[in-house]
């Protein structure tokens, strides 16, 4: 559990965090003194192209967290052109016009952003193996740092820990517990599974800042999904017990869904045109 930037995880694979282009800036203020908001007792977020806006209430009610996070320009710019990305991408400056197509409830929320600090968002690529040795598993954000998207970081993280857990007692159980045997069943089950989320994180931020007709599709279908039920579409994700071994005994649970099998994560994307010479003005996100 020693984070994204583990030294563990350095004795599986050597790789690095994968900036996502998005950056968030964050801001908390007293939610009762707020007369727009002093009733919300839920999660709100507002989604549009390249940028979206999430408002909840923290400490049962006494603050209000309010987080705005959009595309950073200079990022995509570094990336498309193949130049040294700059150190504070997702700058004040970016952050100053990077809600000028919001409507006005958004805008108005901007001024209760912290300035001083802001957070460059990024991932890792899914690992296949989690075990180090047979004493050692990386678990938690060193196996498997997420976006932010299914809010599911540290659900994952707790899930670790009760497999881990769940599976040496069973084994102790029965007088024969083996460390190389359990952290192996640990990896096995946990690994698929926490790829699948990883993976889906990304699609599903993609999915938020669509433009265009893409945006128009996503919102129709978001409508008729309300309608109807979220239910069948996020039972993978809210509905595991780590007791059923189901990805253990059936990795390709850890796969997207086969619609969404030809999907491309936008990164992966440009880096493989760019390094394939295409012409920056080619290179869209």
Known sequence: FDG?????????????????????????????????????????????????????????GELLNQVAVFQSPRYLQALTEGTDVPEDWGNNEEFKNAFDHTNEFVQGRLGSMWLDTWWQMSDREPLDNWVVSDRIIVMGDAAHPPLQYLASGAVMAMEDAECLALYASQAAATGSLDWASVLADVSGERAPRCARIQTTGRFWGELWHVDGVSRLIRNETFRQAGRTSWYPYVDWLWDYDAERREYLQDPSKGELPEALQEWEYNIHRLVAQREGDADPEELTI
């Open 4 to 60: 994204i930037h583990s030294v563990f995880r350095k004795e599986i694979v050597q790789d690095e965090p994968v900036p996502s282009a998005y950056v968030a800036y964050r801001g908390t203020s007293s939610l009762p003194d707020d007369p727009d908001m002093k009733d919300l007792k839920d999660v709100v977020g507002y989604i549009g192209p390249r940028c979206h806006f999430i408002q909840y209430p923290l400490r049962h």
